[in-house]
């Protein structure tokens, strides 16, 4: 009887997504598994490592399914047991977080089963039954009977090396319900069949051979059911049946139907004994064909097999088979006399009954439900200390939250008792700062009414000093060109002249702030181009007064905008104004247009003696005393940039300037392309 490992679809480790590469991958691990059955591992292998260079993307499941393989492969191919446990670490490395192993949480269960199998033959029992138990508590948790076969099978197993038979065959029978939950693959087909055998088995070691045989012959007739269904996969069967046949016969050596018994073991032998079958088997079905012929009195028949065996023995050590073996060739050569041989041979299987005693009272010492039940207790006294603790912490919590309710109790109480005080003082404060926003309301109002009276007195006093002062103007031009009058007149008249010009322009200046704030503006559709060309040809007068030069760099194509063309004007006018006034002799002053995303940008350039770092805060303010003479002694009054500011964002734009005292000053206006 031996473990047969198989790749089940009792778990359904398939991933959902429908990626082309998992579905590539997942063709190969179907024709992988193909290979496997037909005992063509070496070219499952293969196939399994190209696929892995050119289809790298495997979801988990299938990688899982990709170490089972491997682990088969040395498990059970190669009996090589290191390599096989290296691939149930990478199985379980694999599955390294929380979420993988909720998602594929019966093969994570699987791999301490198959961990503990590989501990089992390594004797390391204590170890094997943990793993089992550890696999066992993961799979309860997928209430899915075909995981919990895995469980189920390995107890029937530990039962049955344990000398346990009554328990054995009750797991045997209660893991062929739980197996029926499994998808039907040649896999979950042969599980099945062992099972049939193994609980003949059982019967058969408790002498109810009517059991035994029942089972036994229900495991051929399962097998032959199911023959057609993989022909592709003759090998397997022959296998299963050749061992079934071989237990068979002992039932038929109890019933003291030796000739038949014989003849299924010499079958059951001839198949097993061949290369790439099961060679176990084989051996322990010649014991108990030599023990028949034994019975028989047929020596030799008897040397034939055991000799037979004693080959077989060289190439698949069994420990079990040796020690019969040695026990049948005392036997063999006491009747014939040759005790000397008889003696070596007796004492040779002294020596491997105590080591197969020793085994056994291992197995016996190391009684599985007794580890389990101690599993399980340490398990429910962890359970217990870490409700425990939880308890504790609960515990913990609810003395802290009584004792913040009771500060906070505290604090309300306090807090009620103070909010009466609190509240009257509120209502004080309430109707100071309300005394406080009418009177403020009243000032605000007052102001107005001041600053309207104020814009009404300044303009009908600049309306009304306009006219004298613009005779004194034109009165002193006309003397100053009389020609009769001596040098010191002329002087006289020269200055009266000039300062009532200057008179003017701050009247007229004075007359458009109080007009800014009064009157709407009046916007149209103007083609900016054409406005800045215009404003300065009217100015180049200006700048030929100085020797100076107007640059321009216009937009590419015209573009309107819609403005107030009077104010934008003058703020052009006075930008440019400024620029010929600050700037030398023979300088140059450049106008520039912008086009952005959303704005045009104006720009007006000189290269003149520049704003000190000290007056740049108060350019744009009114009456500044940030004014200076221009290159000529020319005047100014100040309001100038304070009316352009005032322009602008009526317009909604910006204004700014950049100035340094070597290069000259640029301002900067922008406007909006959309109202």
Not at 15 to 27: F, L, P
Not at 213 to 228: C, D, G, S
Not at 356 to 373: G, H, Y
């Amino acid at each position: 009887m031996w473990f047969v490992l198989f790749a089940s679809s009792c778990n359904n480790f398939q991933d959902k997504r429908s990626a082309s590469a998992a579905k590539d991958y997942q063709a190969v691990l179907n024709r992988v598994s193909r290979l496997f059955d037909t005992n063509h591992a070496e070219e499952g292998l293969q196939l399994l490592k190209d696929a892995a260079i050119l289809l790298p993307n495997a979801t988990v499941a299938q990688k899982e399914s990709t170490y089972l393989f491997y682990y088969n492969y040395y498990y059970q191919v190669k009996r090589d047991n290191k390599k096989a446990m290296l691939y149930i670490d990478s199985m379980q490395a694999e599955l390294n977080t929380e979420q993988k192993i909720r998602e594929n949480q019966s093969m994570y269960g699987r791999t301490f089963f198959l961990r503990g199998d590989l501990l089992f033959e390594e004797n390391r029992l204590s170890e094997a039954y943990y793993n089992y138990y550890r696999g066992k508590q993961i799979t309860s948790a997928t209430l899915d009977d075909c995981s919990k076969s895995e469980y189920t099978y390995r107890m029937g197993m530990s039962m049955y090396r344990q000398q346990d038979y009554k328990r054995a065959a009750t797991y045997f029978k209660k893991t062929c319900k739980e197996i029926n939950a499994c998808s039907l693959t040649f896999g979950s087909f042969y599980r099945r069949q062992e099972l049939l055998n193994n609980t003949g088995l059982s019967y058969g070691k408790l002498h109810m051979n009517d059991s035994a045989v029942f089972y036994y012959n229900k495991a051929l007739a399962y097998i032959n059911t199911n023959r057609k269904k993989y022909s592709n996969v003759e090998r397997q069967f022959n296998l299963a049946t050749a061992v079934v046949q071989g237990n068979l016969a002992d039932m038929y050596v109890q019933q003291g139907r030796y000739n038949i018994a014989a003849g299924l073991y010499r079958q059951s032998i001839a198949v097993n004994a061949k290369p790439d079958y099961d060679f176990g088997d084989a051996e322990l079905t010649e014991v108990k064909l030599a023990k028949l012929y034994v019975l028989q009195n047929k020596p030799d028949s008897l040397l034939a097999v055991l000799n037979s065996l004693q080959a077989h023995l060289k190439l698949v050590p069994n420990l079990s088979a040796t020690a019969s073996m040695k026990s049948l060739l005392t036997t063999y050569y006491t009747a014939q006399g040759n005790y000397k041989l008889a003696l070596s041979n007796y004492k040779s299987y002294c020596l491997l009954k105590d080591s197969l005693e020793k085994s056994q009272l291992n197995l016996k010492e190391n009684d599985i439900n007794l580890q389990l039940d101690r599993y399980e207790k340490d398990y429910q006294l962890a359970v217990l200390r870490k409700h425990s603790n939880m308890q504790r912490i609960y515990l913990i919590a609810a003395v802290i939250i009584a004792a913040m309710a009771s500060f906070i109790i505290l604090l309300i109480y306090q807090y009620l008792r103070k909010s009466g005080r609190n509240m009257k003082a509120l209502d004080y404060l309430n109707k100071q700062i309300n005394q406080q926003n009418d009177d403020l309301a009243h000032a605000l109002n007052e102001i107005k009414i001041s600053n309207q009276e104020k814009d009404r007195i300044l303009h009908t006093v600049a309306h009304d000093l306009r006219n004298p002062v613009g005779g004194i103007a034109s009165l002193s031009s006309t003397l100053v060109n009389d020609h009769e009058l001596d040098e010191e007149h002329q002087s006289l008249l020269t200055a009266i002249r000039d300062t009532a010009n200057d008179s003017l322009i701050l009247i007229s200046e004075l007359l458009e702030v109080a007009d800014n704030q009064v009157k709407e503006m009046n916007r149209q559709e103007v083609e900016i181009n054409q406005l800045v060309v215009n404003c300065i040809e009217l100015l180049n007068y200006k700048a030929a007064e100085k020797n100076q030069t107007l640059s321009v760099r216009l937009l590419d194509e015209p573009q309107n905008l819609i403005i107030s063309r009077e104010k934008i004007w003058r703020v052009l006018s006075n930008l440019i104004s400024n620029a010929i006034k600050f700037s030398k002799v023979n300088g140059e002053i450049i106008i520039g247009l912008q086009l952005a995303a959303d704005e045009v940008i104006f720009s007006v350039h000189d290269n003149g003696i520049g704003i000190p770092d000290e007056l740049k805060a108060d350019v744009f303010n009114m009456f500044t005393n940030a004014k200076r003479q221009g290159t000529l002694g020319e005047k100014s009054f100040g309001l100038g940039l304070s009316i352009c500011k005032q322009i602008i964002t009526q317009h909604d734009g910006k204004i700014w300037f950049e100035s340094s005292l070597a290069t000259g000053t640029t301002f900067y206006f922008m406007l909006p392309l959309k109202i």
